[in-house]
């Protein structure tokens, strides 16, 4: 099996893993919350995406990893995790307008997981930084799935 088999596999089956696990355990535990509790529970994960700067850093990927696709996701890991503690802090304080920024967040932190995963040459340069991609950007994904569901359930 080639090395693109392989982490395709992995994408798919920790996507599936975590929307079971999102599906049966977290959704049904958010469901008593308030949207702004829910909302911040889900968002919580991203906060932490300034780990996907380890992408500008020789020696856990490669040297050889493509600059346009290093650059453009350790800065859109950057500015989604910023979005992200913004938008915590916003839930958590009762901002008006906080389901605007939410929006914000949410939509530029998905364009920024797919912009990265859309990059299949970059996939044989990652070294050590392999797990990013293949188990937390699921369950990223899958999070970002569940705050555009309680967003879009919001507006009904």
């Known amino acids: 099996m ?3 088999t392989i982490f395709i596999l ?3 089956f920790s996507i599936l893993v975590w ?3 999102a599906k049966w355990i977290l959704a049904p535990a958010l469901e008593g919350l308030s949207l702004n509790k829910s909302l911040f529970w889900l968002t919580l994960p991203h906060a932490s995406r300034h780990v996907g700067m380890v992408f500008l850093v020789p020696g856990v990927v490669m040297e050889t990893l ?3 696709f290093a650059v453009t996701t350790a800065y859109g890991d950057l500015l989604s995790a910023i979005l992200a503690i ?7 304080a009762g901002w008006s307008g906080v389901l605007a920024l939410v929006w ?13 995963l859309s990059h299949p040459e970059a996939v044989p340069f990652l070294a050590g930084a392999w797990y990013i991609p293949t188990l937390w950007v699921p369950l990223l994904l899958v999070s970002h799935f569940m705050i555009f569901v309680r967003l879009v359930r919001k507006k009904r």
Do not use: E, H, K, Y
């Open 86 to 92: 913004i938008t915590m802090i916003a839930l958590r």
């Open 66 to 68: 493509p600059s346009s």
């Open 10 to 12: 992995q994408v798919f």
């Open 19 to 21: 929307s079971l696990l």
């Open 2 to 4: 080639d090395i693109l």
């Open 104 to 116: 914000v967040f949410n939509i530029v932190g998905t364009v920024d997981l797919l912009a990265a």
